[in-house]
């Protein structure tokens, strides 16, 4: 599992980073991420202040972007 984690990591920090192209995978990616940091919330109360950083918040808002011209 902890392998599976890191390389959801690794695609969104190369994406940020330009070591490759935002794409459907990182999309997937972040996705899969975000849920799990919401499950995480929702286990305790102790995980609620944490966040993504900011370039992975403007990695996001740059993916609902690009959906949103595709609509």
Do not use: P, W, Y
Not at 18 to 47: H, M, P, W
């Amino acid at each position: 599992m902890i392998e599976v984690d890191s390389n959801h990591c690794q695609i969104v920090r190369d994406s940020i980073v330009g070591k490759r192209t935002v794409d459907e995978q990182t999309s997937a990616s972040l996705t899969i991420l975000t849920e799990r940091l919401e499950r995480l919330k929702n286990l305790d109360k102790i995980f609620g202040d944490v966040e993504f950083s900011a370039a992975v918040k403007r990695l996001a808002r740059q993916k609902n972007a690009q959906i949103a011209l595709n609509v």
